[in-house]
Structure formats: structure tokens, C-alpha cells
């Protein structure tokens, strides 16, 4: 097998010193330069790199706090934390252990500061207004996605990106995990032939599928529903993938599990009289951090991070079915499931010539070793091959590391394209948004209605 993987890797070589010698981008040593390379000129400097963060919840703090500040603080340093909770962002300043000032004031913040990179972590829907403004005080803009929540605002990031020649990275760490990247180099190396079509299947399961419905994700004006908010992630591997970009979207959804679908309900766990009979009874006093980064803080804003998954205003659907044509013409079959057993997902792709399936237990591995993923080829009247590939350590399969790895220390080589800038942020989202739109109105949604971005056969 070893074999058969080495020659796919020197085809791969082959195909991408082509894609080079024609293309339009050339970077020594035969490897793309990425989108974000506007990013990487401090590096190059050998000066660091002035960070700011708007939005110091669990994920600004961890994810692109405290982890940049003890691995990158070579290259970059905070200059300033933002965040409309007093109590949270003074907080984030103690976990980060750094002695920038902190804001509850974002002009305030970039005027003083001046950052090089503003980090958007605040929750979906202003998003927008942060890459927005970042952009205009002279920021280049690394954000979490989804990059934004709707059509319009999407424009605007767009509109803005053109008017002040500043760069948008969305961090789509899923693009990182070894087992996707090497889906993506099968892919590209054409071991199945020419892809026509895809079944890509996710289950979040009671807990993690739950935690989108305490808080203000459970809104559809505040996450822009589960399809953006979460399958974000998936439209844009999918996109990522095929190489290729959504032109028309038809789907279905429905909120029949979570919400209004119980008997009881309470404003939030902790002070619940119904915690003995309440499946999804979270104690949140048991995890410190959360304890100190929101319960301490909810005297601010009265952001509840334990609020209850019955919740009557929950307006988000929990299954949810869409179908994909791609400008290429692969159809694609998609579902997000929020309340499975088990997490994880199926992957297939049918190609001419065979077809790719992977499957990924997160939670439930029985039978599957805990050291590595797996990937089945079956070849159209041939053999099937299992390719096993070791799990990358930390966050999200390895994705998060490698993705900061790749922002901060070495961003000017991109083999396998795996950064991702406005036009990967929108196209990732509009498929969520058209697929929104295609439950509200019975209707199949074009996605080249939605903005100025023209679906491409072959992505750019
Ligand atoms: N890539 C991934 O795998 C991944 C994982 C988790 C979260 N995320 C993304 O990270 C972002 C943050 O998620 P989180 O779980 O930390 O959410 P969170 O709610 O815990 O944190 C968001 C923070 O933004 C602050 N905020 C809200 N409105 C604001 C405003 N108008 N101005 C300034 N600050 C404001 C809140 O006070 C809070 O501290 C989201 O966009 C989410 O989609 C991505």
C-alpha cells in the first residue's frame, strides 16, 4: 500500500508542477502561494506581528489566545482585547497572561493600537460589522467562521475587501485534518476518475448537537441556522474538495426535536427544578473555565452558557436534508443530523472510475483504531484499498494546530490549498444561506442570485 501511496504522492508533484508551469502564480520549490501571504510580510521582516481580538469568548481565548501567546510569541504579540462584556475581556486578559490593554470599545481599541491582524471571534452575526471596520482602520482580518450570516452582509465584506486592499482569511481549520487532506490529494491525483457525484453525511450527537441550542446559536438571526452556522464547515470542504463552486441549492429542514418540542423547560440548567428527569441537564459548575469566563460575567450581558435546549424561542431547525448542484455539474447529497447517538460522519465520492467513502466516528470507535482514520477506494471492477491515516493531535483532528501553524509561522507555501480567503468565506456560506432560503420559500435557490460571485466550474 506504502507503494501505491508514494506513487500517488509523485503524481500529485507532477500535477501540481503543471498546474505552476500554467498557472498564474509561481512560488520556488513548486508549491502555490497562499492567499494569505499578504499576512506573512512581518515574518519575512523579522518583526512581530501586532494582534488585536474582538470577541473574547472560549474560542478567542483559547483557540487564538492563550495557544497563540505561548507558541507564536516569537512572531506576534497582542496589542489589544475587546469585547462588549467588561468581566469577560478582563478576564481573557488574565488567562492569555499578557499586559495589553483591554476595550469594550472597538474604535477605541484600533485607533490606540493600530494591530496588523484583527482576530473577529465574536459571535456570528456582527462579524460582518468587525471585518468591516477592521479592514477600514488598515487591519488585515482573520476570521472564524462563518464569515458572515447572510446574502447582504456578505456583499459588504466583499465590497469592502475590493475598497480597502486589506485580506479576509476565514480559519476553516477542517481543511487541516490530515484525514480531509488526504482525501483532498486522492482527489486531485484522479484515483477515482472524474468525480460526478457526493454523499457527505454529519451527526452531531446529544451533547455537542445539544450545546447549539443553549445559546445564541439556537437563533436564527444570531447563527444564521445550523446550514451556516455549522455546515459552514462542511459546504466549504465540499467546495474545497470537488474544486469546484455551489450554483443551485434545494433543501429541507424542520425543528422537531429540540425547542418547543417538550413538556418542561427552565431559563438554564443551574437553577432548574427539573435536573433529575432532563436528559440534557448539563452542570456547568464542573468546568472551571466556563465557570470563570461566563458565569462569572452573566451579572454584564446575562449571556447564559448552561441555557436550556427547550427553550421556546429556539427558531433553528435540528435535521436538516440539502441538495447541491455544483458548477461542475457533481450533485451532492447532504444532511445535518443534531441529536444522533454518536458523532461523526460519512463521506463518499462517486467518481468514472470508483469511489472514495471515509467514515468518522468521534464518539463511538468501536471496531476502528483510535490511532488513525481510514479511506476506502473501490475501483469500478477492481479492488479495494484501505488507506489508514494517523490522527493529527489537538483540536478539531489536528485541524487547529495546523492552521495556526500555517498563519504564523509559515504561510507562504500552500501545497494543498488549504487556506481559505473572502471568496472560499462567501462561497462556504451560501450555500447554508441558499439552502435557508430554499426551506422558507418551497423553492430552488440559485446561488448567482444571492451575490456579485458567479459560481465557477473550477475554483479559483
Ligand atoms: N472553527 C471552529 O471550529 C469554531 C469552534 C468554535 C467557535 N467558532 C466560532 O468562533 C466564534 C466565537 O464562538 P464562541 O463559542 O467563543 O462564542 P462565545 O459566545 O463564547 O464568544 C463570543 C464573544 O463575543 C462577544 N460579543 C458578542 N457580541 C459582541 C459585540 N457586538 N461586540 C463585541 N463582542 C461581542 C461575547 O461577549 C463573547 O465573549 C463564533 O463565530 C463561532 O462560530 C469556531
Redesign the pocket.
Known amino acids: 500500500m506504502e507503494h501505491t501511496i508514494n506513487q500517488l504522492l509523485n503524481y500529485l508533484l507532477m500535477k501540481r508542477r503543471d498546474f505552476i508551469s500554467t498557472g498564474s502564480t509561481f512560488v520556488a520549490g513548486s508549491l502555490l502561494a497562499s492567499p494569505m501571504i499578504g499576512l506573512s510580510e512581518n515574518l519575512i521582516l523579522g518583526k512581530k506581528t501586532k494582534l488585536a481580538m ?8 483559547n ?1 487564538w489566545g492563550k495557544s497563540v501567546v505561548e507558541e507564536y510569541s516569537d512572531h506576534v504579540e497582542f496589542v489589544g482585547l ?4 467588561p468581566g ?2 478582563e478576564y481573557a486578559k488574565k488567562y492569555l497572561n499578557v499586559s495589553c490593554p483591554t476595550y ?1 470599545d ?1 474604535t477605541k481599541m484600533m485607533t490606540e493600537t493600530k494591530p496588523d491582524i484583527l482576530i ?5 452575526s ?2 460582518h ?2 471585518i468591516i471596520k477592521g479592514m477600514e482602520f488598515g487591519a488585515n482580518i482573520i ?4 464569515m458572515t450570516t447572510d446574502e447582504t452582509k456578505c456583499q459588504q465584506i466583499l465590497d469592502a475587501e475590493k475598497k480597502t486592499g486589506k485580506k479576509v482569511t476565514v ?4 481543511r487541516y485534518s490530515p484525514h480531509r487532506a488526504r482525501i483532498y490529494e486522492l482527489l486531485r491525483a484522479g484515483v477515482i476518475g472524474k468525480i460526478t457525484s457526493a454523499d457527505f453525511h454529519w451527526y452531531l450527537n446529544t451533547s455537542h448537537g445539544s450545546d447549539y441550542f443553549r ?3 439556537r437563533l436564527k438571526e444570531e ?1 444564521g441556522t445550523l446550514l451556516v ?1 455549522k455546515s459552514t ?1 462542511h459546504f466549504d470542504l465540499m467546495n474545497w474538495w470537488l474544486e469546484s463552486e455551489p450554483s443551485e441549492v434545494v433543501a429541507f429542514g424542520q425543528l422537531d426535536f429540540y425547542g418547543k418540542n417538550n413538556s418542561f423547560r427552565s431559563t438554564n440548567c443551574r437553577p432548574c427544578v427539573h435536573k433529575e428527569k432532563c436528559k440534557f441537564y448539563w452542570d456547568m459548575t464542573k468546568n472551571q473555565e466556563l465557570m470563570d ?2 458565569a462569572a460575567n452573566e451579572k454584564h ?1 446575562g ?1 447564559l ?1 448552561d441555557g436550556c435546549v427547550w427553550k421556546e424561542d429556539i427558531n433553528i431547525y435540528d435535521k436538516m436534508a440539502v441538495m447541491v448542484k455544483y458548477a461542475n455539474n457533481v450533485q451532492l447529497s447532504y444532511s445535518l443530523t443534531t441529536y444522533s447517538p454518536y458523532e461523526g460522519y460519512r463521506i463518499a465520492f462517486q467518481g468514472t472510475e470508483g469511489r472514495i467513502d471515509a467514515w468518522i466516528k468521534e464518539s463511538f470507535r468501536e471496531g476502528i483504531s483510535e490511532k488513525y482514520d481510514e479511506i476506502m477506494i473501490t475501483k469500478n471492477f477492481g479492488d479495494v484499498e484501505y488507506i489508514h491515516v494517523p490522527h493529527g493531535g489537538g ?2 483532528g489536528g485541524g ?1 494546530s495546523k492552521l495556526k501553524d500555517f498563519i504564523f509561522k509559515n504561510q507562504t507555501v500552500d501545497p494543498l490549498r488549504q487556506s481559505a480567503g473572502v471568496r472560499d468565506g462567501a462561497m462556504s456560506i451560501l450555500t447554508g444561506i441558499a439552502a435557508r432560503k430554499s426551506i422558507e420559500t418551497g423553492k430552488s435557490i440559485k446561488v448567482a442570485d444571492l451575490t456579485e460571485l458567479k459560481p465557477l466550474a473550477k475554483k479559483i
Open positions: 474582538v470577541g473574547t469568548g472560549v474560542r478567542g481565548t483557540m475587546c469585547d462588549i462584556n469577560r475581556v469594550t472597538f473577529v471571534t465574536t459571535k456570528d456582527i462579524h460589522e468587525y476570521t472564524e467562521k462563518p480559519t476553516f481549520n477542517y445559546r445564541w446559536h447563527g452556522h464547515h469566563l461566563y450581558d449571556y452558557r483540536g478539531h487547529d
